[in-house]
């Protein structure tokens, strides 16, 4: 990792053409990298990470995984749009991927497709986004890893979707520090939590 490009990260990426966020009842987009409905006949339920090397994004990716280890029945896929070294430096980093497919989406399409746009200064910045990042290294010893790829001002989202491909729960993050209870998605897959 350089300081090149960790000061890389902090630049505003190139803007994509964002389609809306799929809403609940909404057939689910579909891309080579990420196929809805899955070809196993299984439920998926997805999330879309920030950056690799971001506290928040590792924090989502353990709850994710844990979830993925006790319901075998349903497709967890994370998608990072950290490069292909880069993503798979962070996972080992952080002990593994387990049950969760990891998909690589450096160029942001199917994050676009999924409506998740750049983030705002304030959705990145905010007081209490950057206080939860001193918060969840005390507690949790979760800190900021070198951001060898990818881009701060990305946006995250979990969905749910079922066997037919039709979206049953959406959660795009509201700021940076916003990590979603997987708890709900299940929920709407109609599995027991």
């Keep these: 990792m350089t300081f090149q490009q960790e000061i890389g990260s902090w630049k505003t990426p190139k803007e994509l053409t964002t389609f809306p966020v799929p809403e609940v009842g909404e057939r689910a987009p579909t891309s080579s990298i990420l196929q809805t409905p899955s070809t196993n006949g299984k439920p998926t339920i997805i999330t879309f990470l920030r950056h690799c090397g971001?506290?928040?994004a590792e924090k989502t990716f353990q709850r994710f995984r844990k979830f993925a280890g006790k319901?075998?029945?349903?497709?967890?896929?994370?998608?990072?749009?950290s490069d292909d070294e880069a993503t798979e430096k962070w996972l080992i980093s952080i002990g593994g991927c387990w049950e969760v497919q990891v998909v690589v989406d450096a160029?942001?399409?199917?994050?676009?497709?999924w409506g998740l746009g750049v983030a705002n200064t304030w959705h990145v910045l905010n007081p209490w986004s950057l206080y939860s990042v001193y918060k969840l290294g005390k507690q949790e010893s979760i800190w900021n890893k070198p951001t060898e790829s990818g881009n701060r001002w990305q946006m995250s989202g979990s969905f749910a979707v079922d066997e037919q491909g039709v979206v049953k729960w959406v959660r795009v993050a509201?700021?940076?520090?916003?990590?979603?209870?997987?708890?709900?998605?299940?929920?709407a897959l109609g599995r027991e939590v």
Excluded: M, W
């Excluded at 319901?71 to 749009?81: E, K, L, P």
């Excluded at 990590?179 to 929920?187: H, R, S």
């Design 71 to 81: 319901h075998t029945d349903i497709n967890f896929v994370a998608v990072s749009h």
């Design 54 to 56: 971001c506290p928040f």
């Design 107 to 113: 160029g942001r399409e199917t994050y676009a497709q």
């Design 174 to 187: 509201k700021s940076a520090d916003d990590i979603p209870d997987f708890k709900d998605g299940l929920k």
